[in-house]
Every structure is written in C-alpha cells, then in structure tokens.
C-alpha cells in the first residue's frame, strides 16, 4: 500500500524521512519551495537584485526555477550567469542545457567564457598549476560570479549549495581539525561589503539535500545535467559524502542537526576578525598576506608555465 499524501490524502510518490512526511508530486513541489521561502524569511533576507549562478546541475536549476517562481513573494529580480568552464562535452552539454531552459522559462541570462577572464579554460589551468580541479575551478568561479555582480549593481549571488554539500564539508573540517573551516562560509546570508567590492551571498537550498533538488527538477520536466564533471572524479570531497549513507539510516535527520548545531556554536562563539584588504592586481578582496588574492596568484603561476 503506497503511503498517502499528507497534505490531499491521494497516493504519494515521495517520501522525505526527515519530515517524516510522505507527499504527492503537487504537494512536494509546494513543500519544497515554501522550505526555500522560509529558510531565506528566517535568515532576514528581504530581496533585492539577485544573480544566480547555474551550472546546469540538478541544484541550481531547481534554485533558478524555483526562485523565479517565488520572485514576487521574496521580492527579487534575478539574472543567471553561466560560466563556460570549458571542460570538454561536460562544458558543451551543461551550457546548451542552461541556454535552452532559460529562454524557455523566460529568465534573463547570459553566458561567459573562462578563458575571457583567465585566458585558459579549466583542464589547460589544471595541467600548469598541477592543483586539485575542484579548488582552482572554485576559485576561478567565485571570482568571475563577484567580477560580474559588482559590475552590473547585483545586491547578492545565489548558489546552488545544499545539505550534502554543507554538512560534508563541516564533517571533513571536523576530521581533518580546519577549525577555521568550521567558523566561516556557508552562511545561509552573507551580506555585502562594497567597500572590499564583496557581492552579498545567499544559498537558499542549504536545508535541502540533493536528492529533493533532483526530484524537484524531475516533476517539473526541468532537464539538468546528470553527469558529473570529469575533473571533479574520485575527489575527496565526493569520498567523505559517501559517509553520510549510513549515517542518515541511523537518523535521518543527522545532515541537518550537524548543520544547525556547528551554526549555533558560531553564534556563541567570537569570530575573528579577518584581515581583508583589496588585491593589488584587481581591486577584489583579498585576506592574503602579501595583497594578492587567489584568482590572480593563480593567473600569475599560468602565465609563468607558457
Ligand atoms: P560547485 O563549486 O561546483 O559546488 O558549485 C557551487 C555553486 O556555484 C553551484 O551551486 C552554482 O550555483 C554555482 N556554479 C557552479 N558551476 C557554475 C558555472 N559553470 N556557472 C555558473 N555558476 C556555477
Ligand atoms: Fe569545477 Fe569540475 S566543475 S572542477
Ligand atoms: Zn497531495
Ligand atoms: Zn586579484
């Protein structure tokens, strides 16, 4: 006997243990836009100018999709910006996916190239700096989405960042003792600091985990990309997240109580004061000691392997 949808009483097609809710494919849909409602109205965010980053994944399609459904309630104009990383067919497929699907739903979009900012594409940056994939192309992407933001007045960047994401990266700080990975990033809001030409951050979806970003996208036919980047294999990163399958067997809700517990020791606990300065190559902030930030270094060091 399937379960029935708590909200209608009709046969549900999901079920979500930590809710312990079951739902059908309309009352799902609801479920999961009002939680991205709520955690952004709990967090103080009250609107503004928004880009939002889309890589073609499940996450930040469903994030665009779903903002631009909720724009009027949370009071924002959105603009996506795709970045052409470059990354053989994985690049190709994640951008055609992005242009197609914007047009379709009729959000403003436009699409740049790596190369135009760091004169290389991603596996060519890989190769000369011989650096894992995953952190230079981090760099690299934060660095172009604040670029783009500060020079078209966006108030904040939305990223597709979700519970699997947050939680293993708090579970590998807490493995490999990075304090400093503890108390910092991945707030739910990160307001602006112009004066550094910092863009303000939100990550909406930092209570929904990937399997519901997925399933959101699939009951409303939003194509996404489903492979994963070809650089990105075998990473650390991917290992650690494995972890949490047995974990959320044990207690379903485990992701989401480490989340919350490691927010609220940092609220109890003094941040340091972190030195920011502004590169002396582009202008951005930087916490580097010698005034240069990582997207510049990194720029440096390929210019000196021609
Ligand atoms: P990642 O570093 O791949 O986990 O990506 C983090 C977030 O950055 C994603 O959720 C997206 O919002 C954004 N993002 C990733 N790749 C791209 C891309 N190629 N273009 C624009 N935004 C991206
Ligand atoms: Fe960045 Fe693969 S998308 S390394
Ligand atoms: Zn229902
Ligand atoms: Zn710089």
């Not at 910092?184 to 979806?205: A, K, S, V």
Request: proline share 4%; charged share 30%; aromatic share 10%.
């Amino acid at each position: 006997m399937p379960r029935k949808c708590i909200v209608c009483g009709k046969d549900s097609v999901v079920f979500i243990p930590y809710a312990r809710a079951a739902f059908c494919r309309e009352h799902f849909i609801s479920f999961y836009e009002r939680r991205i409602l709520k955690t952004l109205k709990k967090a103080k965010f009250d609107g503004g100018r928004v880009l939002v980053g889309v890589s073609g994944g499940k996450d930040s399609m469903a994030l665009i999709y779903a903002l631009n459904r909720l724009s009027g309630e949370l009071n924002i104009d959105i603009f996506t910006v795709h970045i052409d990383l470059g990354i053989y067919d994985y690049s190709k497929v994640s951008r055609e996916i992005v242009e197609n699907e914007m047009s379709r739903i009729g959000v403003k979009y436009e699409i740049v190239n790596v190369r135009d900012y760091l004169g290389v594409t991603i596996p060519e940056a890989v190769k000369k700096v011989r650096r894992p994939a995953c952190s230079v192309c981090g760099i690299v992407k934060r660095w172009i989405l604040n670029k783009i933001a500060y020079d078209n007045s966006y108030e904040y960047i939305a990223t597709g960042h979700n519970i699997d994401d947050v939680s293993t990266y708090f579970l590998k700080a807490l493995f490999t003792q990075r304090v400093e990975d503890l108390m910092r990033g991945h707030d739910i809001i990160t307001p602006p600091n112009l004066e550094y030409r910092m863009i303000g951050r939100i990550r909406p979806q930092v209570y929904l985990s990937e399997r519901e970003n997925q399933l959101y996208c699939i009951f409303n036919d939003i194509p996404f990309v489903k492979d994963v980047c070809p650089l990105a294999r075998g990473a650390l990163l991917h290992k650690y997240k494995r972890l949490w399958e047995d974990i959320l067997q044990l207690n379903p809700i485990a992701q989401i109580n480490l989340t919350k517990t490691i927010m609220k020791l940092r609220e109890k606990i003094p941040q340091e004061k972190v030195d920011l300065q502004k590169c002396k190559i582009c202008g951005f902030a930087t916490t580097s000691k010698d005034g240069i930030c990582a997207f510049c270094k990194l720029k440096l060091r390929i210019a000196e392997e021609r």
